[in-house]
Nanobody
Framework: VQLVESGGGSVQPGGSLRLSCATSGFSFGGYAMTWVRQAPGKGLEWVSL????????LYTDSVKGRFTISRDNARSTLFLEMSSLKPEDTAVYYC???????????WGQGTQVTVSS
């Protein structure tokens, strides 16, 4: 099983980034998927999730209206479109698949997002 995040970088406040999570080794289309982040010196924070068929995306309050989660089951890839980025969005962003009970099962290595002027 592999999950590989990409697309992170450094942007100014108000900027945009698109994160990708390329997966292999499991039946991507059969799992809900999630994005989780960890800011410097803080614990893990759930950001967003999407069900196996792409329906019912959910977001933590702090990113609603700014982030959009999506997936391409044909390419076994998860995305996170981030806009109007704020300094408090600075974190390492991880993707994971969710097994029964919304429990993260396999994780990627993370991609760094830094929002700073």
């Amino acid at each position: 099983v592999q999950l590989v995040e990409s697309g992170g970088g450094s942007v100014q406040p108000g900027g945009s980034l698109r994160l990708s999570c390329a997966t292999s080794g499991f039946s991507f289309g059969g799992y809900a998927m999630t994005w989780v982040r960890q800011a410097p010196g803080k614990g893990l924070e759930w950001v967003s999730l999407v069900e196996d068929n792409g329906s019912r995306p959910l977001y933590t309050d702090s990113v609603k209206g700014r982030f959009t989660i999506s997936r391409d089951n044909a390419r076994s890839t998860l995305f996170l479109e981030m806009s109007s980025l704020k300094p408090e969005d600075t974190a390492v962003y991880y993707c994971a698949n969710l097994r029964t009970g919304w429990v993260p099962e396999h994780w990627g290595q993370g991609t760094q997002v830094t929002v700073s002027s």
